[in-house]
């Protein structure tokens, strides 16, 4: 053959199958190879006892289609100016691919044929004919196939690199007469599919390889490169067809030296083979792999649309089709209405400028604000922080979003109560969606901006934004935004709410565009006052239809329920009877046998109120009921407005007060924006029904203007501008006075400084606040000289300050809990709990309550010596209690505040050893609610109280206690139901449930069939299994991952390892 001249065909012949038996497609090496081969060193011997090998005689073999994917391994083989080569391997009863070889040594051994006529034998016979003709070496690979064809063949063989890998494709033809079938391997087949999985992982790696065999096959790609143009045409050939037989004359002329100077092809096919049995056999599924390339792609489309900001966003505003595909599968949205189009196509939005927008409740503002989310996870690749008002907003968005996180590749962490890590896990390839509260949300940002890592959250979501301008919470929301706002360039900013009026204010302060909207998804307000007519009212829409009845208190919600009952029908009783005993039934096991005897009365007829007093359990049963359609009518305070997400049909004012004050118009805004939520239902009507001294109040309240918003950093002092002041400089954003100000001017209130202050100058302000903060031993203020005229004042934080503001104490009480934890060391009772839930007792709580001092005496007398001993040590005798129990007077003087913690301790305590809220609330005559109420405010303090003792070494010894208090009060269950609790969504009572269907553990809610569990699980409807489902998953894949990254840390070399910089020094 000359220089570079045509490609052989290859030519290859396989048998029709009967039964499993070994075939092989090969190629012989060529001229060049085999000239290499006279320059290598004499092979060494053959190991002594080699494994033998049963013969295995030809057997016919039928081709199909898909022959490629279902055989075992491939082998591929490199040589000289040839295509890259394959050597089929089709399993036997007991063939080569059977033998388990874990050692070094020759798998074949001396006895080379695994085919009855001795394939490697005639191969090796083949190269010492040509060894020994040298005229016969331009036609050497034309020679060496017509020994390795027979008569009959027909099948050809064409190989078609494309990257760097080689694509199989089976092309049928007629069979002829001797029952062969021609095989044509062509481009187009995905690789990973057809050939055998063992190969899959061999042909990815191939570049890498150091072996000979990859050696080869880079040389045979450099070759086939520069002759791209022919790659895919069947070159001229020779074939001569000629009987196979074994050559006499080649074995005499074989000499000894020829031996010692050559490797011969067997020892190649052996090598090869070797190193295929010993592959590795990854599991490849064809239809995952190709939904990941296909989001993967549309990820990247996404990316450069984003960063090449054209008007050409990609299938589903620059997201995948695949999250328009899970909001249809989802949520049931198939389309956007014309405002969220509008809203996402800004200019303002792509160009990733700060954005507020305002339309009213049910307008549809939540689907905008995660989209624009996953945007950013997705298409940017950074994390993303949405801080919601309400520690069940929370859990609700945790479980809708767990699914979107699932399918596309990102994290969902929850930020509320005790739950939440500072700093939050670095990740190097997923990114994280923190849904948190509005504290949880301000720690979070604390703990990147201290990290470094500010910039790696790229957008942050604000609901409800008008809640900046509502007491301390406000004023922590406006401490976040401006920290976020002063330290990262690159964080976008969404604020959306349904109630804005002075939005200018906010505007400025947050450097945003605005867009708003009136629009609505039905009918507006409809207005009608009949006082006297509330049960024909909700008789029109329910049960076939839902009505939420607002109420001015607690006690006001259930004797309206009761009231209705009363005057419905018996027909309503057989309303989905059956599902209506069944929430009772649950009701009575998550209450251990207690039910409320007026939810005993008003569920038969599909009605239930709803307030702060029901415990969590109990509330999201009717919440769960209501959804699903169960229950038909909620008798609500105002609280339900501000919550989850509970729409109707009819929304109905009792009387437009919320307890005894007026309603105010935001407050009346989000009530009657409960009716007809966009996507749940396609009408809403409103109305309120009000007495004749009221008339002109409701009609200003329905007519005029929203309430402003004004920053409350100030008035809120040392929730507000002292934290403020103390956290800028431990973070290191502000030093002296003069940075504190020029931040401070950045503010909300900042911008609102003129309307604001009056007797003071922000200056003036400024000041006294780290004044006070200096006196209080958290700050230490340091002068400097800078010449004999100018001195400056800079600050640093004091050990105590950096605990107050890690723990995110109030400073009010910074000094006090510093107090009680050094006085606790000195005689810590560790028999039992009670002094720890002393110690964490949140200190805000104790001036609401009111002890009933004859059952404080009461539990007290019941108390161990013990738990006594507590007492004793706080300085509350058991004598003071029972003089203040019969009512006596009393000359010493005893700490008030000490006396109610105390007592708030006790229901505490009772709680952790009953866990049952309704024995203990009736123990104590406490509202279940309260007592509810009571225990998570302890878990988030005690929470607090072990970041605050994490950064003071002199209470290393509380560290390790309230780690595992803070998670008793958490979830104040049996440790064996913990691990259930974990997953959003999912509380006491759906625990007990789960337990007790055999779903024991987080991986088995993960791999838990959402169907089995709706048939499992009593009132569990598919849509809760599948967010229970979503949700473990999520935090199953999120503690894996932590596990890795963890693995990859260790075993990584160290940056300042010894010699490590001298050696990629050495390298360069």
Request: aromatic residues 8%; glycine residues 6%.
């Amino acid at each position: 053959m000359d220089e570079g001249g045509s490609r052989v065909r290859r030519r290859v012949s396989l048998p029709k199958r009967k039964r499993p038996s070994l075939g092989c497609i090969f190629v012989t090496p060529t001229a060049a190879e085999l000239e290499r081969g006279d320059e290598e060193k004499k092979e060494e011997e053959m190991v002594a006892e080699n494994r033998r090998r049963k013969t295995a005689s030809v057997i016919p073999v039928e081709v199909q289609p898909r022959l490629l994917s279902d055989s075992p391994d491939c082998l591929v083989l490199g040589g000289g100016d040839t295509n890259l080569d394959l050597l089929r391997r089709m399993p036997t009863d007991r063939g080569i691919g059977d033998q388990h070889n874990d050692s070094e040594e020759d798998m074949f051994g001396d006895y080379d044929s695994f085919t009855e006529n001795s394939f490697i034998a005639q191969a090796d016979d083949l190269e010492q004919k040509y060894m020994q003709l040298p005229e016969h070496r331009k036609h050497a690979t034309d020679f060496a196939t017509e020994n390795l064809c027979s008569e009959s063949i027909k099948n050809k063989l064409s190989v078609t690199p494309i990257g760097n890998l080689t694509e199989l494709q089976t092309d049928k033809h007629p069979e002829n007469q001797s029952g062969y079938e021609d095989v044509t391997v062509e481009p187009g087949a995905d690789l990973l599919y057809d050939v055998p999985s063992s190969q899959a992982m061999y042909f990815e790696n191939l570049q890498n390889s150091s072996n000979d065999l990859g050696d080869q096959f880079m040389k045979e790609r450099d070759w086939k490169s520069s002759s791209h143009n022919t790659v895919n045409e069947e070159l001229p050939h020779n074939c001569i067809e000629q009987p196979q037989q074994n050559d006499e004359s080649s074995s005499k002329v074989r000499t000894s030296s020829d031996m010692n100077r050559r490797t011969s092809i067997k020892d190649h096919l052996k090598s090869a083979m070797t190193g295929n049995a010993k592959a590795q056999t990854p599991v490849f599924s064809r239809s995952k792999q190709l939904k990941e390339t296909l989001l993967s792609e549309e990820i990247n489309v996404a990316k450069k649309t984003i960063e090449s900001s054209s008007n050409d966003l990609g299938p589903f505003y620059s997201l995948p089709s695949k999250v328009r595909d899970l909001y249809v599968q989802l949520k049931g949205i198939e389309k956007l209405y014309e405002w969220q189009h509008t809203c996402l196509t800004l200019k303002s939005v792509q160009e990733r400028k700060n954005l507020i927008y305002s339309l009213p409740t049910s307008g549809g503002k939540t689907l905008v604000a995660e989209i624009l989310m996953l945007q950013e996870l997705l298409c940017s690749r950074k994390d993303v922080l949405m801080i919601l008002p309400y520690v069940a907003i929370v859990q609700e968005k945790i479980s809708g979003l767990s699914s979107f996180g699932i399918e596309l590749g990102f994290f969902v962490e929850e930020y509320a109560g005790s739950k939440g890590r500072f700093p939050p896990t670095k990740r190097r390839e997923k990114k994280s969606l923190y849904i948190a509260t509005i504290e949880k949300g301000h720690s979070l940002v604390n703990s990147l901006i201290e990290t470094g890592r500010i910039d790696s959250l790229g957008l942050v979501v604000v609901d409800e934004l008008h809640m900046i301008g509502e007491g301390s919470r406000g004023a922590i929301l406006e401490m976040t935004l401006a920290k976020i706002l002063y330290t990262s360039k690159t964080t976008q900013i969404i604020g959306m709410s349904a109630t804005l009026n002075n939005v200018e204010d906010l505007q400025k302060f947050l450097q945003a565009e605005y867009y708003t909207s009136q629009f609505r998804p039905y009918s507006d307000t409809l207005k009608k006052m009949d006082p006297d007519h509330l049960v024909a009212l909700v008789t029109e829409v329910i049960p076939n239809y839902s009505c939420l009845v607002f109420c001015p208190s607690k006690k006001n919600c259930e004797n309206v329920a009761e009231m209705i009952c009363k005057f419905l029908s018996k027909e309503y009783l057989k309303h989905k009877e059956k599902e209506k005993c069944e929430v009772i039934k649950n009701l009575k096991n998550i209450g251990n046998g207690n039910l409320c005897p007026v939810l005993k009365r008003t569920i038969p007829f599909g009605v239930a109120y709803h307030h702060s007093g029901l415990t969590s359990d109990e509330r999201k049963l009717l919440e769960e009921a209501y959804s699903t359609g169960v229950l038909c009518l909620f008798t609500c305070t105002s609280t339900l407005a501000a919550g989850v997400n509970l729409p109707a049909r009819r929304v109905i004012l009792r009387a437009p007060y919320v307890a005894m004050e007026f309603l105010k118009r935001n407050q009346y805004k989000q009530m009657i924006g409960r009716a007809g939520r966009a996507g749940i239902d396609t009408i809403g009507e409103s109305i309120l029904i009000l007495q004749e001294k009221d008339k002109q109040q409701v009609l200003e309240l329905i007519t005029r203007p929203l309430e402003n918003c004004y920053s409350h950093l100030v008035q809120e002092f040392t929730k507000g501008i002292q934290t403020l002041f103390l956290s800028l400089i431990g973070l290191k954003i502000a030093a002296n006075l003069d940075d504190i100000y020029h931040f401070m001017n950045g503010t909300f209130f900042g911008v609102q400084q003129k309307i604001l202050l009056k007797e003071k100058s922000l200056w003036e302000i400024t000041v006294e606040s780290l004044r006070y903060l200096t006196e209080k031993g958290l700050l230490q203020k340091d002068t400097i000289y800078k010449s004999e005229e100018e001195v400056q004042h800079n600050f640093h934080i004091t050990k105590l300050g950096r605990a107050s503001f890690k723990g995110t104490i109030d400073l009010a009480y910074c000094d006090i809990l510093y107090r009680d934890l050094k006085k606790g060391l000195e005689g810590l009772v560790l028999e039992n709990l009670l002094h720890l839930i002393y110690l964490t007792t949140p200190y805000d709580l104790v001036s609401q309550c009111n002890p009933d001092w004859m059952i404080y005496f009461r539990q007290f007398s019941q108390l161990s010596p013990t738990e006594q001993n507590v007492a004793v040590i706080l300085g509350v005798s058991e004598s003071f209690i029972g003089k203040k129990a019969s009512g006596q007077a009393i000359r010493k003087k005893v700490d008030k505040d000490v006396v109610n913690r105390l007592y708030l301790s006790f229901v505490l305590y009772s709680l952790l050893k009953e866990t049952n809220i309704w024995t203990v609330s009736e123990k104590f005559n406490m509202p279940r609610g309260y007592v509810q109420n009571l225990l998570s405010g302890a878990a988030s303090f005690s929470s607090c109280v072990l970041h605050f003792c994490e950064e003071l070494e002199e209470f290393w010894v509380y560290r390790a206690l309230l780690v595992e208090l803070t998670k008793k009060l958490t979830y104040c269950v049996k440790a064996e139901l913990i691990p259930l609790m974990e997953v959003t969504g999912v509380l006491e009572g759906r625990a007990k449930q789960l337990y007790s269907a055999g779903y024991k553990s987080l991986m088995h809610l993960a791999n838990a069939n959402p169907e089995v569990l709706t048939r499992t699980i009593d009132h569990l409807s598919r849509r809760q299994a599948k967010q229970i489902v979503s949700s473990a998953k999520m935090l199953l894949n999120e503690k894996a991952e932590a596990l890795q990254e963890e693995v990859e840390e260790l075993l990584r070399l160290p940056s300042d390892f010894p010699g490590a910089v001298a050696s990629s020094t050495d390298k360069a």
